[in-house]
């Protein structure tokens, strides 16, 4: 907002939060078993989260490595028909899960890949980083989700090309030291794993109070 020239007398910002009912499940984290598992956060008739350019970035990554088509591709968030990939293979979908059948997903899961057209940054990519994936998102205007976390990648730019060869680079990532990603999750997002999750509440009752107070004398 600031950045867009917008100017307030106050201002209250709130940054995102783990689900408390995933919380729980990231203990033992660094001694869960990843596997060459592709987590994506696939949702068809969600236009933000750029299904046209997350189907094709699949597409030319299965073309183009043969040599990892040894990784199982699993989408989640909604229902869809599976998605072909190039020699036999396809994307499995999941639709919807129970949060704990996300969590053991995610605990499994090696890279994961979540797209959002919007300066909103999205749950599941902040999740993905948390249970120690190496995920794949995008930038968008101010938006640099990288910045917050080491297993978080920010694509270039949204070419479908772009994020083929990015996820090839990190397959073979997690092949040369599979425990990287659960590694770098023992550093939490700042204020991720925080209780509260808008500290900023009695700044703003107390803003509010003249207003509130002369609501309660009417």
């Not at 949060?99 to 979540?114: F, K, Q, T």
């Not at 808008?198 to 703003?204: E, H």
């Amino acid at each position: 907002m600031a950045a867009q020239g917008h100017v307030f007398a106050r201002t209250h910002v709130f940054e995102p939060r783990l689900n408390a009912a995933l919380k729980p499940h990231l203990a033992g984290l660094q001694q869960a078993e990843k596997r060459k598992r592709l987590l994506v956060y696939g949702r068809p008739l969600e236009n933000r989260n750029c299904w046209p350019i997350l189907r094709r970035g699949l597409e030319i990554w299965a073309a183009a490595r043969p040599d990892q088509s040894d990784w199982q591709v699993v989408s989640a968030g909604a229902a869809h028909a599976p998605l072909p990939l190039a020699g036999g293979r396809r994307a499995r979908s999941v639709g919807k899960l129970s949060l704990d059948g996300y969590a053991a997903m995610l605990r499994e899961s090696a890279v994961g890949v979540s797209l959002m057209a919007s300066p909103h940054p999205s749950y599941p990519p902040l999740e993905m980083a948390s249970f120690g994936l190496t995920t794949l998102t995008n930038r968008y205007a101010g938006k640099d989700l990288s910045r917050l976390h080491p297993n978080l990648r920010a694509l270039p730019d949204p070419r479908p090309e772009t994020l083929a060869e990015t996820l090839g680079a990190a397959c073979d990532a997690f092949a040369a030291d599979p425990a990287a990603g659960a590694r770098a999750a023992a550093t939490p997002i700042p204020g991720y794993l925080d209780e509260e999750p808008y500290p900023f509440l009695p700044a703003l009752v107390e803003d509010h109070e003249p207003f509130l107070a002369q609501g309660r004398r009417a």
